[in-house]
């Protein structure tokens, strides 16, 4: 059964389904397969050009609306107060949704000041169009900042076994902000990592699966893999008949060594 994480008193699927890259037919389609395998949490944003296709996926599948934990981002051109009612508002068209979930800032921008985008975002909060406002690729000093103008829900930032994220979870513990993990699996890398393998073989799960096992098993953390077929789609969500040791979810922090793989020239100092 997914677990769910209660975040400010609002429950989230730990395990979500992110659908970046894909796009048209082939994201419809996915979005589809994957609420009828079971996910809940669907992650997209405005520069992923798919929410069309993830709102006619979404539709297809004929799940009701309310079950799904929806969230889109506001691309960096979107950060003005203006903007953000613009882009918030062909974000639900396209959607086809009166309300998304979770409306995050895609990245920091130090072109606009930061109570500006998010007091735009609160006005939509009281609205009701947007259920919870959050962040993205904000390190520790900015996330604080952010704090200090909103309640912010969530910052999504890359996470897998290689890059550690012990200081931001740290103020996400004490200021009950969700940190959603992205590129959960480092683009599938874990697939070849020995000791994620042996712990596998105890439990008969492949390392991908440990890995998704240990994010959504730690304290405020949910996890967004992106699968392109129903297989591994499968895959990736058969993780919640089993639990990790201590001593394995300590094993497989020790595997951090600061590799990131997502680090654009727009990039804040991390
Ligand atoms: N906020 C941000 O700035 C940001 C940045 C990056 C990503 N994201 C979000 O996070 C989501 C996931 O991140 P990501 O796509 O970068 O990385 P990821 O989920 O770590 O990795 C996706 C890659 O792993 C492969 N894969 C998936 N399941 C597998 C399995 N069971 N076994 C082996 N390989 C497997 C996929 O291949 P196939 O597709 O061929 O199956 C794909 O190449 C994105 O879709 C997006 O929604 C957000």
Known sequence: MQLLKTIRGVEVPALGFGTWPLKGPDCREAVTDALRIGYRHVDTARMYVNEVAVGQG?????????????????????????????????????????????????????????????????????????????????????LREALRHAPVFCNQVEYHPYLSQEGLLEICRESDVLLTAYSPIAHGAVMEEESLRQIGEKYGKSPVQITLRWLISQEQVAAIPKASGTERRRQNFDIFDFELTREEMDQIHGLARGKRLINPAWSPVW
Request: proline share 6%.
């Open 58 to 142: 979404i539709r297809d599948s004929q799940v009701p609306r309310e079950e799904i934990f929806l969230t889109t981002k506001l691309w960096n051109t979107e950060l003005a107060g203006g903007k953000v009612t613009e882009a918030l508002h062909d974000s639900l068209r396209s959607l086809h949704t009166d309300y998304v979930d979770l409306l995050l800032i895609h990245w920091p921008d130090k072109k606009v000041p930061l109570a500006e985008t998010l007091n735009a975002m609160q006005k939509h909060q009281q609205e009701g169009k947007v259920r919870q406002i959050g962040v993205s690729n904000f390190p520790p000093g900015l």
